[in-house]
C-alpha cells in the first residue's frame, strides 16, 4: 500500500507540475503573441488613420437617402436629382411634394425651413433669422441676421455653407445647392421615369390584375438604380460557380480516389503519384488558380467555376480515397461471390458504401463555396462579388453596398438550408432504400 | 399440389412487385442523373457564354501563363533567394493575419459556444439569438466586411484581421458547440455542488474535457485563415496577397517577382497544412496522455 503510494507519488507531483506550468504559460505566450500584434499591425496608430467622415457617410448612407436641389446661377437652370445623379433626375417641370416650382421655387425642408431660390437665395432658419445672397460674378454677397454666426454656418467670400439637421444648403458663385435627408432606399421598385413611380401597393395590385403585371414587372427588372435584373443575374452566376466547381470537382475526384486508395491500388507509384497531384491542387490555392486560369479565360463565371474546380479537386480527391480506404471488404466480397465483374463489384460493392460520405462532404463543400464564389467573383470579375466591389468602389453606394451584402448573407444562408435538407433528404433515401 | 400452386403465387407476386419496385427506382435515379448532368452541361454553356474569353478558345493558352512564369523564374533563377528574403515580411504578415485572427476568433468562439450548448448556457433564452448571430456571421464573407473596413479604416493588416476573425467566430462557435454537447455535466456539477461560479465551471470542468477537440478544430481554421488572408491581401489588406497583386500587374519580363511570390505562398500553405494535419492526427486518435491514477 505504502509503497504504491510513494511509486505513485513521484510523477504525480511532476504532472501536477507540469500541468500548472502550462496552464500558466499558455496565456503568457498568447498575452505576448497579442502584443506583438499589438505593436507590428500598428493598432495604437488605428486611431488616427479611422475615417470618422467616411464612417458617417456610410451609415447615414445606408438607411437614407439625399435629394439634391440645384440651381445654376448663371443660366437661372433648376433641378432636382435623387442622390444627385442622372438616373435619378426629376423630369422637368415635376418635383417631390416639398419642391414648390415657379420662377422662384421654394424648397420646404420641414420645422418650418425654408429656402427660396431665383437670383437672390434666402433661407429661413427658425430661431435665428434669414440668410440672403445674391450670388454673382463678385462672389456670393451674403447677409446674415446680426451678431455672431453660429458654427453650423461657414462663410466666406465665394461660399456659404449651411449644415443644419434639416438639410444643407451651399451656395457659390455658380451654383446654389440643397440636400434633403430622407429614411429609407431611394426608387427602390420604381425610377422617376416609370409611370408606376409614386402608386400604392393597392394600386399597383390593381394595375396588374388589368393586365400591366409585365410592364410593372418590367420596370422593376429594369430598375436603372437598383438593376434588379443584373443583380439577380450576378446572384446566378455565383451560385452557378459554386455549383459547377462543387460538382466538377466531385466527378473528377471520385475516380482519382480510387487510384489513390490503397486497397484499390496496389501500385505504390500511381498511388504516391495521384496523391502529390491532389497535394498540389490544394496547395496551390484558389487565389492562385484564379490568377493563372482568368490569364486564359478572361474574367467571368468560367474562370470562377474552374478555380474552384481545380482547389476542390485535391480537397475531395483526398477525402475520397480515405473514405475508400475504409470501405468494408465484406460487401464486395459478398457481391463477387454472386460472379459479379469487377465494375459491378465497384457499382454493388463500394459505391453504396462511400456515397452517404461522398454527399455529406460535397454538399458540404457546396455551401462553403457559395461564400468562396463571392470572393472569387471579386478577383476574377464576375458575379455578385463583382458588382460588391463596384458598389464599394464608388465609395458613394453604400445603400446598393448594404442590399448587396443583404442578399449575400441570405443567398449563403439559404444555401446552408438548402444543402442540409437536400443532405438529410439523400442519406435517409440511401439508408431505407438499399 | 393445389398447396404448392397456392405458395407459388404468392412469392410469384413478390417478386413481380419487388421487380417493379427495383426498376421504378432505378428509373428514379436514371431521371436524377440526366436531370443532373443537363443542369452541370447547360451551367457550364451559361458560364462559357458569360465569361470574357471561352473555354474552348482559351483551353490552348492555359500553360501560356505558367510557362511564362516559370521559364523567367528559371531564367532569373540566382534572384529567387534575394527575392524570396524581400517578400518575407509580407509573408509574416499574412501568417500573422491568420494566427491573429484564429486565435482571437477562436476565443471569442468559445466563451459564444458555451453561451449556446443547451445545458451549460447561463442565461437560457439567449441560446437562440447568439445562434443566429453566429449564423450571420457564418454567412458573411469575409471579403465583404474587409472591403468596408478598408474604407474606414486605410488598407493594412487590421481590416483583414477582424474579417477573419469575424468569420472565424461564426464558424468556431458551431463546431465548439458541437463538442461541448458531448462534454461530460458530471465535473460541472460536482463543481456546482462546491458552489463554483459559471466562468469557473467552465474552465474548470468543461474546458479541460475538450480541448483537444477545440485544439484540432482551431488548427484546421488556421489552415483555412492563412489561404484567407492570402486573398484578402489581393484586394488590398495588406500581406503577400498584395505584392502578388502587384508583381503580376507589372507584366511580362517581370515575372520572376511573381515566381518568388507563387512559391512562397505555395510552401507556406503545404507546410501549414501537413504541421497542422500531424497535430491534428495526434490530438485525435494517437497519444494516450500520461494518466495517474489517484
Known amino acids: 500500500m505504502t509503497a504504491t503510494a510513494t511509486v505513485l507519488h513521484g510523477p504525480t507531483v511532476a504532472l501536477f507540475s507540469r500541468k500548472k506550468i502550462i496552464s500558466f504559460s499558455v496565456p503568457l505566450i498568447i498575452i505576448i503573441y497579442f502584443v506583438y500584434i499589438f505593436v507590428s499591425f500598428d493598432i495604437a496608430g488605428i486611431g488616427d488613420r479611422i475615417n470618422v467622415n467616411n464612417a458617417r457617410t456610410l451609415v447615414a448612407d445606408a438607411y437614407s437617402f439625399k435629394t439634391h436641389v440645384t440651381q445654376d446661377n448663371r443660366t437661372g437652370e433648376f433641378s432636382v436629382a435623387i442622390e444627385g445623379e442622372r438616373k435619378g433626375e426629376y423630369l422637368s417641370g415635376t418635383a417631390p411634394g416639398w419642391v414648390t416650382l415657379g420662377d422662384r421655387p421654394v424648397v420646404d425642408l420641414g420645422k418650418g425651413h425654408i429656402i427660396t431660390f431665383g437670383p437672390n437665395v434666402s433661407y429661413d432658419i427658425p430661431g435665428y433669422g434669414t440668410i440672403v445672397a445674391t450670388p454673382g460674378k463678385r462672389g456670393v454677397n451674403a447677409t446674415f441676421p446680426p451678431g455672431e454666426l453660429p458654427n453650423y454656418i461657414s462663410a466666406s467670400k465665394n461660399r456659404v455653407t449651411v449644415n443644419t439637421d434639416a438639410g444643407r444648403l451651399t451656395i457659390t458663385r455658380n451654383r446654389t445647392e440643397v440636400f434633403k435627408y430622407t429614411y429609407g432606399w431611394e426608387l427602390f421598385f420604381f425610377t422617376l421615369d416609370s409611370p408606376y413611380h409614386g402608386l400604392g401597393v393597392w394600386q399597383l395590385v390593381n394595375r396588374a390584375a388589368n393586365g400591366e403585371a409585365a410592364a410593372i414587372f418590367h420596370d422593376v427588372w429594369t430598375n436603372r438604380m437598383w438593376r434588379h435584373g443584373d443583380v439577380a443575374w450576378a446572384m446566378y452566376e455565383t451560385l452557378l460557380m459554386a455549383f459547377l466547381g462543387t460538382f466538377g470537382a466531385a466527378l473528377v475526384a471520385l475516380p482519382l480516389g480510387f487510384l489513390a486508395a490503397k486497397n484499390f491500388t496496389p501500385l505504390r507509384s500511381i498511388r504516391f503519384a495521384s496523391r502529390r497531384v491532389f497535394d498540389f491542387l490544394r496547395g496551390v490555392d484558389g487565389l492562385i488558380w484564379t490568377i493563372v486560369l482568368s490569364r486564359a479565360f478572361g474574367p467571368g463565371p468560367l474562370t470562377g467555376a474552374l478555380a474552384i474546380l481545380m482547389t476542390d479537386t485535391g480537397s475531395f480527391g483526398k477525402m475520397f480515397s480515405e473514405a475508400l480506404e475504409n470501405v468494408d471488404d465484406k460487401q464486395v466480397e459478398g457481391v463477387t461471390s454472386t460472379g459479379a465483374k469487377p465494375l459491378q463489384r465497384y457499382r454493388f460493392g463500394v459505391i453504396p458504401q462511400i456515397t452517404p460520405v461522398l454527399i455529406s462532404q460535397v454538399l458540404y463543400y457546396l455551401e462553403s463555396n457559395t461564400r468562396s464564389a463571392t470572393i472569387i467573383g471579386a478577383i476574377t470579375g464576375g458575379g455578385i462579388g463583382l458588382m460588391l466591389t463596384q458598389a464599394i468602389g464608388t465609395q458613394k453606394d453604400w445603400e446598393e453596398v448594404t442590399y448587396y451584402i443583404v442578399l449575400i448573407i441570405i443567398m449563403v444562408m439559404g444555401m446552408d438550408t438548402f444543402s442540409g435538407w437536400l443532405r438529410r433528404k439523400l442519406i435517409k433515401g440511401e439508408d431505407d432504400g438499399r | ?294
Open chain 2, 1 to 294: 399440389m393445389v398447396e404448392s400452386s397456392k405458395i407459388v403465387r404468392p412469392v410469384q407476386g413478390i417478386k413481380d412487385s419487388y421487380l417493379a419496385q427495383a426498376r421504378a427506382k432505378r428509373l428514379m435515379n436514371l431521371i436524377l442523373l440526366v436531370v443532373f448532368i443537363v443542369m452541370l452541361v447547360s451551367g457550364f454553356n451559361t458560364a462559357d457564354q458569360r465569361n470574357a474569353g471561352g473555354f474552348w478558345a482559351g483551353l490552348p493558352n492555359i500553360l501560356d501563363f505558367p510557362a511564362d512564369v516559370i521559364g523567367e523564374a528559371i531564367a532569373r533563377r540566382h534572384l529567387l533567394p534575394g527575392y524570396m528574403v524581400k517578400y518575407f515580411p509580407s509573408l509574416l504578415e499574412t501568417v500573422n493575419i491568420a494566427a491573429a485572427s484564429t486565435l482571437l476568433g477562436a476565443m471569442l468562439g468559445l466563451v459564444l459556444s458555451l453561451v449556446i450548448t443547451r445545458g451549460l448556457a447561463p442565461v437560457p433564452w439567449l441560446i437562440i439569438p447568439v445562434r443566429r448571430v453566429l449564423d450571420i456571421l457564418r454567412a458573411i464573407p469575409e471579403i465583404v466586411v474587409a472591403l468596408v473596413l478598408i474604407f474606414l479604416l486605410g488598407g493594412g493588416p487590421v481590416p483583414a484581421m477582424i474579417a477573419i476573425a469575424l468569420h472565424t467566430v461564426g464558424a468556431l462557435g458551431k463546431l465548439f458547440s458541437e463538442v461541448n454537447e458531448n462534454a461530460s455535466l458530471k465535473p460541472v456539477e460536482g463543481l456546482e455542488s462546491v458552489g463554483a461560479s459559471w466562468g469557473q465551471r467552465m474552465w474548470l470542468g468543461v474546458i479541460p474535457q475538450v480541448a483537444p477537440n477545440y485544439l484540432s478544430y482551431a488548427l484546421l481554421r488556421f489552415e483555412i485563415n492563412i489561404r484567407a488572408s492570402a486573398i484578402l491581401g489581393f484586394v488590398g489588406a495588406g500581406g503577400i496577397g498584395y505584392d502578388l497583386r502587384n508583381t503580376i500587374s507589372w507584366g511580362q519580363g517581370k515575372f520572376d517577382e511573381a515566381a518568388a511570390i507563387f512559391l512562397l505562398l505555395f510552401l507556406t500553405i503545404v507546410a501549414v497544412d501537413q504541421i497542422s494535419s500531424m497535430f491534428r492526427h495526434r490530438l485525435t486518435n494517437g497519444q494516450p496522455s500520461a494518466k495517474v491514477m489517484l
